[in-house]
């Protein structure tokens, strides 16, 4: 039977989750954000619909954690009514002067892509009047690509048209930015004290850099993105170091992240498993092992600590309850070098190869045209439309992904190596909170114990058995 209550959202069974560990019995509802280790008797009385209460008399903390449960909570759901863009992005260019082993994003045609100048100002001016017509509290403006600084003429051109329309309006506008890194003092300077938030894609030590991210014409990077995270880390810019890892890197993360905590002064490090593609499998550079990456992350994360350091994996975010991953769904309006609004940065034909249609409308010199079926179509892309997420206790955190590359026709429980990891960090995190590091360690180390976790199919208390 269904652990009580039964009745379905905002309070059913799918926001209810239990994961054996050891003897005991994780029993998760992050809706209601409880947590609470139990023993399996106490875990079999959860199932009876409703307990008895001579059958919890005895334990006044097991009959707190039923009053918990029973509670009424909120369930992310699915935008709707009108479009409130969350975020700007804005793709100044699909150009690059890099040429990353596992890169595919760009083809020769597509290097030359650069936004004009009147269609980032008619985004900008669309963009800051919905802020203003719906009364945000603040507008955020993200500079994506290609590289955002192969067209710097166009970032300049944003930031300081949407600073006078912010001046104008009276509210507050964020400027963030993912970018390679390779661009010279003057640059830095600029990035420094104009951008609030820089996502610095940046692999690691020289040998990991120079290999996974040359130069377009093949030379090193590593001193030009070396000098410019040195150059962030003492400006008023938040910085965030971002890594991709391979199966070559992955035994190095601890190592990697200690040494971007000593070379620079991060805000945040984030790890991402590299994406298998043509262009990695020809320069052999293989995803890491997902077992293994999730240990060496959490040995990273560990590491970090004494820095003071957030360590971020975006598919085990416990901070976070959503019913999507990224901007897709959350109306956000990215618009593309053509002039196209997207729920999406990726290229359309990667959006395309997956049956999938990201497009929201058009940048017009009235603005923005975004069409409602468009929009209605990008909503429906969340986790409640996942079925392979149904059951399983990341749900809410995880929201199943990239919705362009972890895209799964299974049903519920049949994991891939994404969920692996995902699976296992987010245990060990809400363990951790738990103040249960000691165990949740001993569960990494116990490889019977770990693949009991991770391979159960339905993490819904029904039909498990606690014996």
Not at 6 to 25: E, H, M, N
Not at 140 to 152: L, R, S, T
Not at 445 to 462: I, K
């Amino acid at each position: 039977m269904p652990i009580w209550p039964q009745s379905p959202s905002p309070t059913g069974s799918d926001s209810i989750f239990t994961v054996p560990v050891f003897d005991d019995v994780l029993v998760y509802a992050p809706l209601k954000n409880i947590a609470a280790l139990v023993n399996r008797r106490a875990a079999q009385m959860l199932q009876v619909c409703p307990p008895q209460p001579n059958d919890i008399s005895e334990n006044t903390a097991l009959a707190e954690l039923l009053r918990e449960l029973a509670e009424q909570c909120t369930t992310p759901v699915p935008r709707q009514g009108n479009f409130v863009p969350t975020m700007l992005g804005i793709l100044p260019t699909r150009g690059c002067n890099f040429a990353c082993q596992y890169c595919g994003f760009l083809t020769p045609n597509e290097t030359n892509l650069t936004m004009s100048r009147d269609t980032a100002r008619a985004a900008v001016d669309w963009y800051m009047n919905q802020v203003r017509d719906h009364q945000e509290p603040y507008a955020k403006i993200h500079f994506f690509g290609g590289e955002p600084f192969y067209a710097p003429h166009i970032v300049e051109e944003v930031v300081e048209l949407a600073r006078k329309r912010a001046r104008e309006l009276h509210i507050t506008v964020v400027f963030e930015v993912t970018t390679n890194g390779a661009f010279g003092e003057a640059r830095c300077a600029w990035v420094g004290a104009n951008i609030d938030s820089v996502v610095l894609s940046f692999d690691g030590p020289a040998d990991i850099q120079n290999l996974h991210r040359p130069f377009r014409d093949g030379k090193a990077t590593f001193n030009a993105v070396y000098r410019t995270a040195k150059h962030l880390s003492a400006s008023s810019a938040q910085l965030c170091l971002r890594a991709c890892v391979t199966q070559a890197t992955v035994s190095r993360m601890p190592d990697i992240a200690a040494w971007f905590c000593q070379e620079f002064s991060p805000a945040v490090v984030s790890f991402e498993p590299v994406q298998t593609s043509p262009w990695s499998q020809t320069a052999q550079l293989q995803p890491p092992d997902p077992w293994e990456f999730a240990r060496r992350f959490v040995d990273a994360a560990r590491a970090l600590e004494a820095y003071g350091v957030p360590l971020v994996y975006a598919a085990a975010d416990t901070t976070v309850r959503h019913v999507t991953f990224c901007p897709v769904g959350d109306d956000a309006a990215i618009v593309a070098p053509d002039g196209s609004v997207n729920a999406c940065y990726l290229l359309p034909r990667e959006w395309e190869a997956k049956g999938l249609d990201l497009q929201l409308g058009q940048i017009t010199s009235e603005g923005a045209d975004v069409k409602p079926t468009a929009l209605d179509r990008v909503r429906r892309q969340n986790v409640l439309n996942k079925p392979f997420c149904e059951k399983c206790f990341c749900k809410w955190h995880c929201a199943g992904g990239c919705h362009v590359n972890h895209t799964l026709e299974v049903e519920q429980g049949q994991f891939d190596r994404l969920c692996i990891q995902a699976r296992i960090i987010t245990l060990y995190r809400i363990l951790r909170d738990l103040d249960q590091e000691a165990l949740a360690l001993r569960l990494l180390n116990d490889l019977t114990a770990l693949e009991r976790v991770v391979w159960q199919s339905s993490d819904v208390p029904e039909g498990q058995e606690f014996n």
